[in-house]
């Protein structure tokens, strides 16, 4: 078996479903030693019962080759001016449909709760792109909670992850002017207010984050003058 890079994973969106192709993703995953992968599972592409088989047959051939995963429940929305400014035109929000929602994650457990026990809870939630509605820290805990809540009555011993952020948090990514439009920051500072670290193992950050650098195992922004 390849040696793995310990640490070192890539983040992976199947678009091909059937086998061959799925064995050419696992293959790639190999050559480059990626002891991780991030899987994106979007509930918009997994909606039939052959991307579920898909989406399994991928996490067991994972499994065979020592490949950990962390399952991503995120819906994908594209980058473009519309959606970083009015994604409500085409998305429908999250919490507008959580019962469907639920009942889509649902599935996707009874389909891999064998080979994923990682689970990291939306993604870059402090955008309006991502999270459709502007963003809200009281929100996404409500969310999180009850996703992670749901998660750990299947599979006590999963690890949570709170979502990855847009920006740092910290400086401004667009013109300040906008900020509360786009994104919200200090995000993470009133989620841990709000209890995160009660309902999550980790916090996710980008590795392309600005600014942000890790040291002895300590996550540090550094914010320029």
Not at 19 to 45: N, P
Not at 82 to 103: A, G, K, M, Q, W
Not at 149 to 178: C, E, H, M, W
Not at 188 to 217: K, M, W
Request: net charge positive.
């Amino acid at each position: 078996m390849t040696q793995k890079i310990e640490g070192f994973g890539i983040n992976v969106d199947i678009n091909h479903f059937d086998e061959k192709s799925i064995d050419i993703l696992i293959d790639t995953i190999l050559k480059i030693k990626a002891r991780w992968v991030r899987l994106e599972i979007c509930s918009r592409k997994y909606q039939g019962r052959k991307e579920m088989q898909a989406l399994r047959l991928f996490a067991q051939k994972c499994r065979r080759n020592n490949i950990m995963i962390l399952g991503l429940l995120s819906d994908f929305i594209p980058l473009t001016i519309n959606t970083i400014l009015f994604p409500y035109r085409r998305y429908l929000s999250v919490l507008d449909r959580l019962d469907s929602y639920e009942h889509f994650f649902e599935k996707v457990l009874s389909f891999t709760s064998s080979y994923i026990l990682h689970w990291e809870i939306w993604n870059e939630q402090n955008s309006r792109r991502f999270w459709i509605k502007n963003p809200s820290v009281p929100d996404y805990m409500r969310f999180l909670t009850r996703i992670a809540t749901r998660i750990r009555a299947k599979q006590p011993g999963a690890q949570i992850i709170f979502g990855g952020l847009f920006g740092n948090d910290v400086t401004p990514v667009y013109p300040d002017i906008s900020q509360k439009l786009i994104i919200s920051k200090g995000y993470i500072a009133q989620a841990l207010v709000a209890g995160a670290s009660e309902v999550v193992n980790f916090f996710a950050i980008h590795p392309y984050t600005r600014y942000c650098f890790i040291y002895n195992d300590t996550i540090i922004f550094a914010v320029p003058k």
